[in-house]
Every structure is written in structure tokens, then in C-alpha cells.
């Protein structure tokens, strides 16, 4: 199980779940409320867990 | 404006939560705001499609972790405090027309796996006495939102009805030596009539005392007290009792059946809760295909 977690325009965090052969990738931090067209700001520190 | 204010007739906490008056009610499928943010869309809660479930803070929750101060002022009788916790939404699918019981076992195997993550995280907070994780189905129970989805709400107390749980269990442990919840397992295969489903590691029946027609209990075999505790064949079996129930649910009337689900684990206060079962319980409010049962009286 791999976590991927990132924090919503409004300080809410969101976590994303996959399971499987899927690795997450390195994921930019979210600051805006809907998928950005522009260049993703720098991401921040993500937690990943191998089960 | 939310807060906890203390009822001194029952001895117990209730939350207010003015806010969520505003709360989405009932939105077209077109603007559900837990489907994915879809390209030159309305923005969602969730910014990606590409997952297998996903967990967020509620927009309106009725606890926070960091609450505002109380918007009404305490008495003797009635004390006060803020509304500190934790309010998740558990989304199980990207489908907005799916529910559990439609999910393949695996994806309930995930949920699971989910479910006792975050257990683990929440409970470890030091203002979290108690991971209450559950889902409400239907519009007769009054969901709000279609999008298969679930909750949790981290109390900073333990509710009234796993306290008398507790206090149960406890007390016949005390008499007896044995674990209440594994003595009514006992009772319930000895008699056979209400089991529902079983496998290996769980056992699904209507409890002898139900209140709602079609109440399901469903208990795990190994004494044990969370999901924390089980291995991954038991949270495997615990995927497969759960797609038997729910998909019995929905062949009862030939409908997406609604109902209350509930997931009783030990408090996570750092108390002694060894004598106490994990279980789950279902609250179908259907009595027939077309009327409800009311829960009213005493």
C-alpha cells in the first residue's frame, strides 16, 4: 500500500491510496483547489509505505 | 461555530456543528464534488483520478483539530468545550454510480487495509480517545452525497453506546472469565438460525436482540480488539464476510440497500481494553422494500 499525501488550497490534507504494482511518483504540492495547467510548485515531503 | 456541549440527563457529550447546515445537499451527478476534478471541470475535493481510494478532511466537519473557542458560554450544569477531533471522508471508488457491495472483494480488501491505516494514525493523536470509522448508505438515512464514501470521526471521548459496550463486556469478563462477544458468537453457531455468513476468521449473524429487522452483527473468530490486530488472512476474510452481507443486503428487496455501518474497536485513550471484541454492525432502516422501521419510543 503506497500513501501519497498532499495539502488543498484551503489547508485540508488528502490523502491518495494505491495498492499494487503502482509506485507513486514524486508528486508536486497541490496549493490550488483544481488540477493546475501551469508548472506544479514544489513539492513537498511525501510519506510512502511498502507493504 | 461548532462545540461540544455536556447533557448532564444522559451523562454524555453532544457536538454542534451550525456550520454543516450549509453543507452540499444532493448535488446532480454532474457536480459531485467527490468524483475526480475532470479536465475544464468545476474543481472537486479531489484534484486526480488515478487512485485506488482516497481519504481527506471533511469541508464541514463537526470536529476539528484545532477548533475555535466555544460560541456559547459554559455553566455548572452545562460545560462546554471546543469541538477538537478529526472528520475524514473515506472515498472507495473514482466511480460516482458504484457502491461497496458492487466493489470487487479485492477493493473491499483495500478498504480495509485503509481503514486500519488510518486507525493507526488517528489514534495515536493525544486529544483522540476514540476512531469511530462508518459508513451511512442511502437516502433513508439521510446521505447527503451519492459518491460511494464512508467517514471517520476521532472523538476526544468514547460514545455513549461503545461505553455501555465496554462497560458490558467488562462486567462479564469479570463474572465469567470469557469475552462476551465470543460467548454470543458461541450462542449464535450452536443455534445456527441467524448466521448469515461465515469463513475462517469471521462470523456474520442477526443478533437474537436486534432492533432493526434486518441488523447484521458481523464478529471476527480471534479474540481481538481492532483492526490493528489482524493479520492479513483475517482482513482478507473480513473483505469476503463483507461482500456477502452486502451483496445479500442488496438481493433482500432487489435494491441498493441502505444502512448504518459501524465499526466498534477498542478506545484509543491508552486504556486496558483486552476483555472487549472488535465487531461491526449494520443499521438497515428498511423493514420492507418500501416502508421504514422507526426507531421511536423508549
Redesign the interface.
Known amino acids: 500500500m503506497t500513501r501519497r499525501r498532499i495539502t488543498l488550497a484551503d489547508g485540508r490534507y488528502l490523502i491518495f491510496y494505491t495498492f499494487g504494482e503502482a509506485e507513486a511518483e514524486t508528486a508536486p504540492d497541490m496549493k490550488s483547489e483544481a488540477k493546475p495547467a501551469e508548472p506544479e510548485p514544489v513539492p513537498e515531503a511525501e510519506e510512502e509505505r511498502g507493504v | 461555530m461548532s462545540e461540544l456541549r455536556w447533557n448532564p440527563l444522559m451523562g454524555e457529550w453532544v457536538a454542534t456543528a451550525t456550520h454543516r447546515q450549509e453543507r452540499t445537499f444532493m448535488p446532480p451527478a454532474d457536480f459531485c464534488p467527490l468524483c475526480p476534478?475532470r479536465?475544464g471541470g468545476?474543481?472537486t475535493?479531489?484534484?486526480?483520478s488515478?487512485?485506488?481510494?482516497?481519504?481527506?478532511?471533511n469541508?464541514f466537519p463537526s470536529l476539528r483539530p484545532e477548533p475555535p473557542e466555544p460560541a456559547v458560554e459554559a455553566t455548572e450544569l452545562y460545560p462546554v468545550r471546543p469541538g477538537q477531533g478529526v472528520c475524514e471522508v473515506v472515498l472507495y471508488s473514482p466511480r460516482h454510480t458504484s457502491t461497496l457491495a458492487e466493489e470487487p472483494v479485492e477493493q473491499i480488501y483495500?478498504l480495509i487495509?485503509?481503514w486500519t491505516?488510518r486507525f493507526a494514525e488517528l489514534g495515536q493523536l493525544p486529544f483522540v480517545d476514540y476512531v469511530f470509522e462508518f459508513e451511512n448508505k442511502g437516502e433513508a438515512i439521510g446521505v447527503t452525497l451519492h459518491h460511494p464514501h464512508g467517514q471517520i470521526y476521532a472523538y476526544p471521548f468514547i460514545p455513549p453506546r461503545i461505553e455501555r459496550e465496554l462497560e458490558q463486556s467488562r462486567s462479564h469478563h469479570a463474572d465469567t472469565g470469557r469475552c462476551l462477544l465470543c460467548d454470543i458468537a458461541g450462542e449464535e453457531r450452536r443455534d445456527g438460525r441467524r448466521i448469515v455468513a461465515e469463513n475462517n476468521s469471521f462470523i456474520a449473524y442477526v443478533p437474537f436482540f436486534a432492533r432493526y429487522p434486518y441488523e447484521v452483527h458481523i464478529s471476527s473468530a480471534r479474540h481481538l480488539q481492532a483492526l490493528t490486530d489482524m493479520n492479513e488472512a483475517e482482513q482478507r476474510d473480513l473483505a469476503a464476510v463483507l461482500k456477502m452481507v452486502l451483496v445479500a443486503y442488496d438481493k433482500l428487496f432487489n435494491l441498493s440497500f441502505p444502512y448504518m455501518m459501524v465499526l466498534h474497536q477498542r478506545p484509543t485513550d491508552g486504556g486496558d481494553y483486552d476483555y472487549y471484541h472488535f465487531h461491526i454492525e449494520f443499521y438497515p432502516p428498511l423493514r420492507t422494500a418500501t416502508k421504514l422501521k422507526y426507531l421511536a419510543g423508549s
Do not use: S
Request: proline share 14%; net charge negative.
Open positions: 476534478t479536465p468545476f474543481p475535493e479531489v484534484p486526480e488515478e487512485y485506488d481510494l482516497v481519504v481527506f478532511e469541508r483495500k487495509q485503509v491505516d
